[in-house]
């Protein structure tokens, strides 16, 4: 029988082995982080983990849910439904909630009270040569509440010298650049520059030059709206807005 649970760092084996059967991006790393800076949750039937979701709070004015998965062998009996209605009530004093969803998760979650912000794209591609910044020190994020922690979690940044920043991380089938706030264009070179290949970007907004689609999702949210600023060149990845 099917039983709900918190996850633990213990479930990060589990959880990458869904991520990774679902073609997603995330490393044993990303469920570790994960896993330390939300509250996760899963689903098991005969000792395996078929279904998670997370979410983070940023304070009490911003919760993100992400890592909502069920394996494809029990998919259609309701799992992402439960795990969704632990985290809304987990979340309960939040003011916003917010979340990217694929085709096949959006209407669960209309159906929960979001709704939709606008489409995020997840880019893959690698720039062309020709950027070029000085070096800085991060300025000012701007995301819709205080991320620092998620921030400090991701290490040193890339910065310029007019503030803006991007962070990056390895991938399990490409390397991600991102968060990033403010000249994108300049970042993406210069990270382009460190190695060798193309890499993922979620961006609300068109293409940057030498990158094309790999796949869409919808920004939604749920409760008082805020929205993404302009500032935000791209995300922090799916699971963390």
């Known amino acids: 029988m099917a039983s709900l649970r918190q996850l633990t760092l213990a479930d990060r084996e589990g959880g990458l082995a869904l991520s990774t059967a679902s073609g997603w991006n995330q490393t044993a790393e990303d469920w570790h982080r994960v896993l ?3 509250t996760a949750w899963g689903i098991e039937d ?30 259609g009996h309701g799992l ?24 096949l998760g959006a209407p669960l979650y209309r159906r929960l009270g979001f709704k939709d912000e606008g489409p995020i794209t997840r880019y893959v591609g690698r720039p062309p040569a020709g950027h070029h910044a000085s070096k800085g020190q991060p300025g000012a994020d701007a ?58 970007l979620d961006r609300i907004g068109p293409a940057p030059e030498g990158f094309r689609p790999a796949r869409q999702l919808m920004r939604m949210y749920r409760g008082r709206f805020k929205p ?13 807005g």
């Not at 078929?50 to 394996?71: C, F, H």
């Not at 795990?83 to 003011?95: F, R």
């Open 36 to 38: 330390t800076l939300a």
């Open 46 to 75: 005969q000792g395996q983990l078929v279904a998670t979701a997370s979410a983070i709070r940023y304070g009490n004015d911003l919760a993100w849910i992400g890592m909502v998965l069920t394996a494809q062998s029990h998919r």
């Open 80 to 103: 992402a439904t439960q795990l969704m209605t632990t985290a809304l009530a987990h979340l309960s004093d939040c003011t916003l909630v917010k979340l990217d969803a694929t085709d």
């Open 143 to 200: 995301f819709e509440a205080d991320r620092s922690e998620l921030l400090a979690s991701l290490g040193t940044p890339l910065s310029l010298e007019d503030g803006s920043f991007a962070y990056t991380r390895a991938g399990r089938l490409l390397p991600f650049f991102g968060p990033c706030v403010g000249q994108g264009e300049a970042l993406l070179s210069w990270f382009a520059a460190q190695q060798p290949g193309e890499f993922l």
């Open 228 to 240: 993404t600023s302009e500032r935000q060149y791209a995300g922090a990845g799916f699971e963390f």
